[in-house]
């Protein structure tokens, strides 16, 4: 069973940045994708960003020019720099991969790392 393990966040104050980290039991060249998702307390959980094993990225529109997804193949790590953050940023962070084939697919989930943007 693949595990992911966040680590990174904590209390920041707007404008501050955090750096989060995604470490993979296995390597991350078995993953189609790899990605972050986050979830507030009464919102459902939305996609923040998100890379494929080519490197191709995709945000949400709320982070775009803010944070940054990147891969260290060797480290089997994802991570995601988040710059400029605001009290709406604040979240619970979840790290995901998803392995696909054919018409099936399979996520794989982290524990969750809480971030909180507040004066």
């Known amino acids: 069973q693949v595990q992911l393990v966040e680590s990174g966040g904590g209390l920041v104050q707007p404008g501050g940045s955090l750096r989060l980290s995604c470490a993979a039991s296995a390597s991350i060249f078995n993953f189609n994708t790899m990605g972050w998702y986050r979830q507030a307390p009464g919102k459902q959980r939305e996609l923040v960003a998100g890379?494929?094993?080519?490197?191709?990225?995709n945000y949400a529109d709320s982070v775009k020019g803010r944070f940054t997804i990147s891969r260290d193949n060797a480290k089997n790590t994802v991570l995601l720099q988040m710059n400029s953050l605001k009290p709406e940023d604040s979240a619970v962070y979840y790290c995901?991969?998803?392995?696909?084939?054919?018409?099936?697919?399979?996520?794989?989930w982290g524990q969750g790392t809480q971030v909180t943007v507040s004066s």
């Open positions: 890379i494929t094993s080519g490197g191709s990225t």
């Open positions: 995901n991969a998803v392995t696909a084939w054919g018409i099936n697919r399979k996520d794989f």
